[in-house]
């Protein structure tokens, strides 16, 4: 359906007009002004508490923005979602992934059928699978027990199981290890292999197209690692798993059949860890843990699907979003994790929001007049308030921050979490109201040092905080930014869920491939400045780079 462009709606204009207004008020300004502003600009829903009241709104944006959505039809669009309608057009397929964790019972119905069955009896396979090697039964092929387990795969069949698995450390079952290759650089690939023994190795490839070059290259590699030790192609069904679409693409591989996971093309990479790619994690935190994170998953959906968008809170964040990126011109979305098990849950958000929303045309197949997704990036705190947080404080830049943080630790240790959570509240604190030469002058700071000091503050956060790091807090913290990403996306009329752009590149370097062989004299068409860097490369690689 056509959708009206954004920038002339109304509901943009009105923003527009209200956004110059804004910029006059500071945050001191607007949270002297009214006394309840936490309780208006706060959403307490379960165990997850969203206190975004450091934020340059007042109550007229937020109803501004709440129009918007409305007039974007977000309800309609999320019942599409739900409902199974090819939402991802552009691939015409649905993007069904809140299925994978439907735990009510109710039918999820895709093109007259309900998809629940399928799901059931890979989650059911799934279990049997994970038990088998936490108990000691599956066995490598000369008997032993596995300990090892080394998941390749690359991007959303990456990103998601690697995070969740480090996140859920602390449930793991200590006697398996879990190694991760995704890059095509053999280092990866080749360190790996150093810490581990194959006679306990099990290796799962994960590919939806089990084509994707990395994927299938590291794949290769281990096989072949597998063969020399045991010289029997007899070992690869005993050492390899597949999670896959293209059943047959694996069975030529040769993995048993047996041991191949299907998913489902209504799956997209990024939104697919609670499918068979989260099987990694299944194995790591057991069967009953991992319906734990399926149900915190399922709770965001619910919470996503019928709460009002005024205390819903994927939309309050997707909302807050676009008030930065197409008003202030926001360019940078941080997220700072008060854990150091979330240590990659910046870069998982980096691929979930950058390759859903990185895009330029609209759906009507028009080049956008506005900004869509940020820059996402971050770093877990502290660390990151000795690095860039230098930059936020006083730097030209406008950067909007989501702090996440959880009242309870895993590990109690002396005063660690309390300290931990002390920079939590006080970096945002710091952020928002900063010091002004007024409050420097009063400490005695030397005149000369006044301007370097002061600090602006103004800068605006979210402060998400969390009671506890269980499985089902995971779940619903990462369906709660599946859903912002996808509220966006509707805003700026943009199919989040495909991504053609990374193909561009994919089929220059099958090309440049083979010009890099050794018996390949001549290099294709290229811009001078690529060729050069070709011929560089290929010179070099005989002779060295250094110039006799
Ligand atoms: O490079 C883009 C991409 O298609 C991602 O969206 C996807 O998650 C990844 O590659 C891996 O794809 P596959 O699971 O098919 O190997």
Not at 403 to 424: A, E, V
Request: charged share 20%; aromatic share 10%.
């Amino acid at each position: 359906m056509l959708k009206k462009n954004l920038v002339k709606m109304p509901e943009w204009q009105a923003l527009q007009n209200h956004y110059q207004e804004m910029t006059r008020l500071t945050l001191r300004d607007l949270f002297d002004r009214d006394r309840n502003r936490v309780e208006r600009f706060s959403l307490r829903e379960d165990d997850i508490y969203l206190d975004y009241s450091k934020n340059l709104i007042n109550t007229r944006t937020m109803d501004l923005l709440l129009k918007l959505a409305v007039a974007r039809n977000l309800k309609v669009e999320i019942e599409n979602m739900f409902g199974g309608q090819k939402v991802n057009q552009s691939e015409d397929r649905a993007a069904l992934h809140i299925a994978l964790r439907n735990l009510n019972g109710s039918p999820v119905t895709l093109n007259g059928s309900d998809v629940m069955p399928g799901v059931r009896s890979t989650l059911e396979k799934m279990k049997i699978l994970s038990r088998t090697v936490r108990e000691g039964r599956w066995r490598g092929f000369s008997n032993k027990r596995i300990n090892h387990i080394v998941y390749i795969g690359i991007g959303g069949s990456n990103l998601g199981p690697r995070m969740v698995v480090g996140a859920l450390e602390f449930y793991r079952r200590r006697n398996l290890s879990f190694h991760f290759v995704s890059n095509v650089d053999g280092s990866q690939i080749k360190e790996t292999l150093n810490k581990i023994n194959p006679e306990k190795t099990l290796f799962i490839v994960a590919s939806k197209n089990f084509k994707t070059e990395e994927t299938m290259t590291n794949a290769g590699t281990a096989k072949q690692w597998i063969l020399e030790c045991f010289k029997s192609e007899k070992a690869v069904s005993n050492h390899f798993l597949a999670i896959s679409s293209q059943r047959q693409r694996a069975v030529g591989f040769g993995i048993d059949p047996e041991n191949i996971l299907d998913i489902w093309d209504w799956v997209g990479g990024r939104f697919s860890v609670s499918s068979a790619i989260g099987l990694p994690v299944m194995m790591a935190i057991g069967y009953r843990r991992f319906m734990e994170f399926l149900s915190g998953f399922h709770w965001m959906d619910t919470h996503f699907r019928e709460a009002p968008f005024k205390q819903n809170i994927p939309v309050t964040l997707a909302l807050l979003g676009v008030w930065y990126v197409n008003f202030f011109l926001v360019s940078s979305q941080v997220i700072i994790p008060y854990n150091h098990y979330l240590r990659d849950f910046p870069a998982y958000l980096q691929q979930l929001e950058m390759e859903s929303n990185g895009k330029s045309i609209d759906r009507n197949g028009q080049p956008v007049t506005y900004h869509t997704a940020p820059l996402v990036w971050g770093q877990p705190g502290t660390d990151g308030q000795h690095t860039f947080f230098q930059l936020f404080h006083q730097g030209t830049r406008l950067v909007a921050c989501d702090f996440i943080g959880f009242c309870q630790s895993l590990n109690d240790i002396g005063d660690h979490h309390q300290k931990l959570m002390s920079n939590f509240f006080a970096q945002a604190e710091a952020l928002a109201f900063g010091k002004t030469k007024a409050e420097l002058i009063r400490e005695k700071v030397p005149d000369r040092l006044i301007p370097h000091k002061i600090c602006t503050g103004n800068k605006p956060t979210n402060s998400i905080l969390i009671g506890r790091l269980t499985p089902q807090a995971l779940g619903k913290l990462m369906a709660m930014y599946e859903h912002k990403v996808f509220v966006q996306g509707v805003i700026w009329n943009i199919f989040s869920f495909d991504q053609w752009g990374v193909e561009l590149g994919k089929q220059l370097a099958g090309r440049i491939f083979r010009e890099l062989s050794a018996d390949c004299p001549r290099s294709g068409d290229h811009d001078v400045s690529t060729a050069g860097l070709i011929r560089c490369f290929k010179d070099a690689q005989v002779s060295g780079l250094k110039k006799d």
